[in-house]
C-alpha cells in the first residue's frame, strides 16, 4: 500500500511540469500572435491614414480645378456677351458709312447739276453774245436808222441785264446752298434733294397739325438767319422769293383738317409767318401746299409715308 501511494506521488510531481511547460509555450504563441496582430494594425493605420490624406489633397485639387472652371465659365460668358456688343457696334458703324455714302452721293450729284447749269449759263451768254454780234452786224449792214439802231441796242442791253441778274441769282443760290448744308450736315431726318432742302415734316410739327414745335421753330431760326444773310446780298432790283412747300402721305386726315391739301398747305404758312417773325420779308416768301400729290416715295411702308411727309425750301428768282 505504501508503493502504490508513493508511485502515485511519483507520477503526480511528473506532469505537473509538463503541463506548465506546456502552458507556457501557449502564452508564449499567444503573445507573439498578440503582438503580431498589434503590429500589422498599427501598420494598416498608417497606411489608411496616409490614404485619408491623399484623399484629401485629391479633394481640395479637385475643388480647385472646380473653381477654375467655374471662373472660366463666367470669363467665356463675358467674352460672349462682348462678342455680341461688338456685332451690335459692327453693326451701328456699318449702317452709319451707309448713311454716309448715301449723303456723298446725292451732294456729288447736286454738284454735278449745279456745274451743268454753269455751263448752261455760260453757253446762254456766249450766245447772246453772238447774237449782239449778228444784231450790229446787220444793223450796219441795213443801215438802220440811229433811233432803231438805239432801240436794239436798248433791248441787247436789257438782255445782258438779265442774264447777269441770272447769272448772279445763281451765285447766290450755291451760296445760299453750301451755308444751308454746312448748318444742316449730319442732321437726321434733312436730306438735299436737287437744288431743295427736304425736312421730314416731324422735326416741325405733331401729327395731323400746323403748329411748330419747339424744335421746328429752332429749325426756322436757323434757316431765316441763313436766308437773311444771303438777302442783305442781292441786289433790290433781283426779285428773289424762298418757297416753302408743304406734302403729306397719301392716308386720310381726320380732325381739324378736312383734307391733306389744306394741312400742307397751313403747315407752308406757318412755317412762312414765322420766317415773317424773324426778319424775313413777307415780298421774298411764298407758301404752297401740294398734299400727297407730290409723293417722293411710291411704297406704303411707314418709312415710305415718313418720307412724303415734308417740308422743302427752295431760294429761286421770282
Given at each position: ?29 499567444f ?18 491614414f ?32 462682348k ?22 452721293s ?5 454738284r ?151 394741312l ?7 412755317v ?47
Amino acid at each position: 500500500m505504501s508503493f502504490t501511494r508513493g508511485k502515485r506521488n511519483r507520477d503526480d510531481i511528473d506532469i505537473w511540469p509538463g503541463f506548465v511547460d506546456a502552458l507556457s509555450t501557449v502564452l508564449l504563441v499567444f503573445i507573439f500572435v498578440l503582438v503580431g496582430f498589434i503590429s500589422s494594425q498599427i501598420y494598416l493605420s498608417g497606411i489608411i491614414f496616409d490614404k485619408d490624406s491623399s484623399l484629401s489633397d485629391l479633394q481640395a485639387k479637385l475643388s480647385d480645378v472646380c473653381s477654375l472652371l467655374n471662373l472660366e465659365k463666367n470669363k467665356n460668358a463675358e467674352l460672349n456677351d462682348k462678342n455680341v456688343n461688338l456685332l451690335r457696334q459692327i453693326n451701328d458703324l456699318n449702317d452709319a458709312i451707309s448713311t454716309l455714302q448715301t449723303m456723298f452721293s446725292d451732294e456729288k450729284n447736286l454738284r454735278e447739276k449745279e456745274h451743268k447749269v454753269k455751263l448752261s449759263l455760260q453757253e446762254q451768254i456766249e450766245n447772246l453774245t453772238n447774237q449782239l454780234k449778228d444784231v450790229m452786224t446787220a444793223l450796219a449792214a441795213e443801215h438802220k436808222t440811229a433811233e432803231e439802231q438805239k432801240k436794239a441796242l436798248e433791248n441787247i442791253k436789257k438782255e445782258n441785264i438779265k442774264l447777269n441778274e441770272l447769272s448772279k441769282m445763281s451765285s447766290y443760290k450755291s451760296e445760299f446752298f453750301d451755308k444751308l448744308q454746312s448748318i444742316l450736315e449730319g442732321r437726321d431726318g434733312i436730306k438735299v434733294v436737287g437744288d431743295r432742302f427736304v425736312f421730314q415734316a416731324e422735326l416741325f410739327f405733331e401729327s395731323a397739325s400746323d403748329e411748330l414745335s419747339d424744335s421746328g421753330k429752332k429749325q426756322v431760326s436757323e434757316l431765316a438767319n441763313v436766308v437773311k444773310e444771303i438777302g442783305d446780298k442781292i441786289p433790290q432790283k433781283i426779285n428773289w422769293i424762298l418757297r416753302v412747300d408743304g406734302h403729306t402721305d397719301s392716308r386720310p386726315i381726320k380732325g381739324k383738317f378736312a383734307s391733306n391739301w389744306e394741312l400742307s398747305a397751313a403747315r407752308a404758312i406757318s412755317v412762312v409767318k414765322y420766317l415773317v417773325e424773324n426778319g424775313i420779308s413777307p415780298k421774298h416768301l411764298v407758301a404752297a401746299g401740294f398734299g400727297e400729290n407730290q409723293p417722293i416715295s411710291s411704297g406704303n411702308s411707314e418709312q415710305d409715308y415718313a418720307k412724303n411727309r415734308r417740308i422743302e425750301f427752295k431760294l429761286d428768282e421770282r
